[in-house]
């Protein structure tokens, strides 16, 4: 399929405007949900890059302003929560527009959440119902233009904060936190960093193949998590290999959004793994699935076998369960992608620390086998 016929407009879960070219109708994006003047939310790792600059000289000749946020780095908290919020009401703004990775695009949106807020953010944490504490009609309007394709944030009704305190990673939730418009111009992505390609991309495929591996109900989630793990498997490596194939890019924009989408179904161990690594050492989220990935798969196996190998045979691999763990290393091999965590600095001084925030970790209770502090301490001296 060429780029050219890959230019559509979705309505699942949000209106996605999907192309080559398509950050150009970002002051039409903000018109059409009410925003005049905008906040601009980036990272601070792409402020001084071209797309940065595109995406703000779009915004100024539609008049909408080019005020820029660009105080977010990796894992962001509450104290870069605190400075946007104050740079947004100080300057008036009526709406977010943010652009980036998953850092940036949880932030902006959690900014824009916010805005209206009486109760301190920590109040709204994915917990049973506790949404409902918010005030709805304070919750700013959100544009999200995703930069990488992984996380998937872009379409995703939660945004990620770590507390800054205790280190913990916190899922911050409400309905309305679903961006109002996303643009997915994959020709954003042509710049990204092979090792940056590589993680993030992982991150899209475990996102869909852990929601897959669910055992909660959710059969359109079920048929998503499937076709967005064979567009990775299709498309990563080229991607990885060749960044500036527009086609591989938009068909990674496409699996990262697809698996956001599905992990309605849930999520896993992996996640679980993985997010008090990134709390209290700052790694890099995708690479640490990456990482984490082949061994969780080993302790799930007696749960997921038969589920996988019908996986196996979607995605033309010989050899059922076996065969899909063997390739799963190889491409991860071929990727970069460690094989232990201690390649990205971590140590095994804080096991009982990690296992016990793994278990308390939202994505556990998705996992096909329930997970205890000593299973998690033992995955954790494993991985490391």
């Given at each position: 399929m060429?780029?050219?016929?890959?230019?559509?407009?979705?309505?699942?879960p949000?209106?996605?405007?999907f192309g080559?070219?398509?950050?150009?109708?970002?002051?039409?994006?903000c018109?059409s949900?009410?925003?005049s003047?905008?906040?601009?939310v980036t990272?601070?790792?792409?402020?001084?890059?071209?797309?940065v600059?595109?995406a703000?000289?779009?915004?100024?000749r539609?008049g909408l302003?080019?005020?820029?946020?660009?105080?977010?780095?990796?894992n962001?908290?509450?104290?870069?929560?605190e400075?946007?919020?104050g740079?947004?009401?100080?300057?008036?703004h009526?709406?977010v527009?943010?652009?980036?990775?998953?850092?940036?695009?949880?932030l902006?949106?959690?900014?824009a959440?916010m805005?209206?807020?009486?109760?301190?953010?920590?109040?709204?944490?994915?917990?049973?119902?506790?949404?409902?504490?918010a005030?709805?009609e304070?919750?700013a309007?959100?544009i999200?233009i995703?930069?990488?394709?992984?996380?998937?944030?872009?379409v995703?009704?939660a945004g990620?904060?770590?507390?800054?305190?205790?280190h913990v990673?916190?899922?911050?939730?409400?309905?309305?936190?679903?961006p109002?418009?996303?643009?997915c111009?994959?020709?954003l992505?042509?710049g990204?960093?092979p090792?940056?390609?590589?993680?993030?991309g992982?991150?899209?495929?475990?996102?869909?193949f852990?929601?897959y591996?669910?055992?909660?109900?959710?059969p359109?989630?079920?048929g998503?998590?499937l076709?967005?793990?064979?567009?990775?498997?299709?498309?990563?490596?080229?991607?990885y290999?060749d960044g500036?194939?527009?086609?591989?890019?938009?068909?990674?924009?496409?699996?990262?959004?697809?698996?956001a989408?599905?992990?309605?179904?849930g999520?896993?161990?992996?996640?679980?793994l993985?997010?008090?690594?990134?709390?209290?050492?700052?790694?890099?989220?995708?690479?640490?699935?990456?990482?984490?990935?082949?061994?969780?798969?080993?302790?799930n196996?007696?749960?997921?076998e038969?589920?996988?190998e019908?996986?196996?045979?979607?995605?033309?691999?010989?050899?059922?369960f076996?065969g899909?763990?063997a390739?799963?290393?190889?491409f991860?091999?071929?990727?970069?992608?460690?094989?232990?965590m201690?390649?990205?600095?971590?140590d095994?001084?804080?096991?009982d620390?990690?296992a016990?925030?793994?278990?308390?970790d939202?994505?556990?209770?998705?996992?096909?086998?329930?997970?205890t502090?000593?299973?998690?301490r033992e995955?954790?001296d494993?991985?490391?």
């Open positions: 060429s780029i050219e016929a890959m230019t559509s407009n979705w309505s699942y949000t209106e996605i405007r080559a070219g398509r950050i150009q109708e970002l002051s039409e994006a018109a949900v009410g925003i003047k905008p906040l601009f990272d601070a790792g792409l402020v001084e890059l071209s797309i600059e595109v703000l000289g779009v915004l100024e539609g302003g080019r005020a820029l946020f660009s105080e977010v780095y990796p962001p908290d509450e104290l870069s929560l400075k946007g919020l740079v947004f009401r100080s300057g008036g009526d709406g527009v943010a652009l980036g990775g998953g850092s940036a695009l949880d902006g949106k959690i900014i959440f805005s209206g807020q009486a109760r301190p953010v920590w109040d709204f944490e994915d917990v049973d119902d506790w949404w409902a504490r005030d709805s304070g919750i309007p959100i999200a995703p930069t990488t394709a992984g996380t998937g944030s872009e995703g009704r990620i904060l770590t507390n800054s305190v205790d990673k916190k899922i911050i939730f409400h309905p309305k936190m679903l109002s418009v996303v643009i111009d994959p020709e992505t042509l990204l960093p090792m940056i390609t590589a993680g993030t992982m991150d899209a495929f475990i996102h869909s852990e929601a591996c669910s055992p909660l109900y959710h359109m989630s079920q998503i998590a076709e967005g793990m064979k567009l990775v498997k299709d498309n990563l490596l080229q991607a290999q500036g194939d527009v086609v591989a890019r938009a068909n990674m924009m496409s699996a990262a959004a697809m698996g989408v599905a992990f309605q179904k999520l896993g161990c992996v996640h679980a993985s997010h008090p690594l990134g709390a209290v050492y700052d790694t890099p989220h995708g690479m640490t699935n990456a990482i984490a990935l082949p061994y969780v798969m080993q302790f196996r007696p749960a997921i038969s589920r996988v019908r996986l196996a045979a979607y995605l033309d691999i010989e050899g059922g076996d899909f763990y390739w799963v290393v190889a991860s091999e071929k990727l970069g992608v460690p094989k232990k201690s390649k990205l600095g971590v095994k001084s804080q096991l620390l990690l016990q925030m793994a278990v308390d939202p994505s556990a209770g998705g996992n096909p086998i329930p997970l502090v000593t299973i998690t995955l954790y494993q991985i490391i």
